[in-house]
């Protein structure tokens, strides 16, 4: 994963990566955004191996979260947003994840 962001970044460099309703994203700026997010995932202390749980819709965000996750040789443990508090508490505690990264609107599930 991490060679892979890096060549497209480097490669594309000012190409269009992703254009959603919010923003447009060079592979460029994808690249330069996944590590930052990379960055702050290892302040938080996660390593390689670690296990991090992921709960947002299929956008933008989640990709970045999910490709920083891959950056550090951490395994993400993508969370279906549209399942129950039970089923969240199951795949955290089973898959082992150290970490719960959800998006705004899903702050009050993660809460719980």
Same mark, same amino acid.
């Given at each position: 994963?991490?060679? /892979?962001?890096?060549?497209?970044? %480097? $490669?594309? $460099?000012?190409?269009?990566? *992703?254009?959603?309703? #919010? +923003?447009?994203?060079?592979? +460029?700026?994808?690249? *330069?955004?996944?590590?930052?997010?990379?960055?702050?995932?290892?302040? /938080?202390? =996660?390593?390689?191996?670690?296990? &991090?749980?992921?709960?947002?819709? %299929?956008?933008? %965000?989640?990709?970045?979260?999910?490709?920083? &996750?891959?950056?550090? $040789?951490?395994?993400? &443990?993508? /969370? %279906?947003? +549209?399942?129950?508090?039970? #089923?969240?508490?199951?795949? =955290?505690?089973?898959? $082992?994840?150290?970490?719960?990264?959800?998006?705004?609107?899903?702050?009050?599930?993660?809460?719980?």
């Amino acid at each position: 994963m991490p060679a /892979l962001v890096q060549a497209a970044a %480097n $490669g594309y $460099g000012d190409k269009v990566c *992703a254009i959603t309703p #919010e +923003r447009t994203v060079t592979f +460029r700026q994808f690249g *330069a955004d996944v590590a930052a997010i990379a960055i702050h995932l290892e302040t /938080l202390g =996660i390593r390689t191996g670690d296990r &991090v749980a992921i709960l947002d819709v %299929n956008s933008l %965000n989640f990709l970045e979260t999910l490709c920083a &996750v891959g950056v550090l $040789g951490a395994i993400a &443990v993508p /969370l %279906n947003y +549209r399942q129950r508090l039970p #089923e969240y508490r199951f795949q =955290i505690e089973d898959s $082992g994840a150290r970490l719960l990264l959800a998006s705004f609107r899903h702050g009050e599930e993660a809460a719980q």
